[in-house]
Nanobody
């Protein structure tokens, strides 16, 4: 129905940069919001950054000023520019898409498979 394809993770030294991408495809009527999340110690997922289709953004305190999220509505793609990376940023980053589907009411959440980001000291 909907597929999310993530890319851009990898290994980088502290202070370096990475750019994550997540492209959504399928029976998409409209995008409500997209974002990036990491696994929390308690087993859930914590928000790193989130962007609404209108462009409003929100960030975790730990990444404010270092990460920038953006969305290309025409390509159904969200990006996360990660600068000044720190070893504590190491995690699996999951893309979340909150979408309206063609022919269905309400919005629905879809998760990507995750992309590993490793920051060495």
């Amino acid at each position: 129905q909907v597929q999310l394809v993530e890319s851009g993770g990898g290994l980088v030294q502290a202070g370096g940069s990475l750019r994550l991408s997540c492209a959504a495809s399928g029976s998409i009527g409209a995008i409500n919001a997209m974002g990036w999340y990491i696994q929390s110690p308690e087993g859930g997922r914590d928000m790193v950054a989130r962007v609404l289709s209108a462009g409003d953004t929100a960030y975790a305190d730990s990444v404010e000023g270092r990460f920038a999220i953006s969305i290309d509505i025409g390509k159904n793609t969200v990006y996360l520019q990660m600068n000044d990376l720190k070893p504590e940023d190491t995690n699996i980053y999951y893309c979340l898409a909150d979408l309206y589907l063609t022919g269905k009411s309400g919005s629905h959440d879809f998760w990507g498979q995750g992309t590993q980001v490793t920051v060495s000291s």
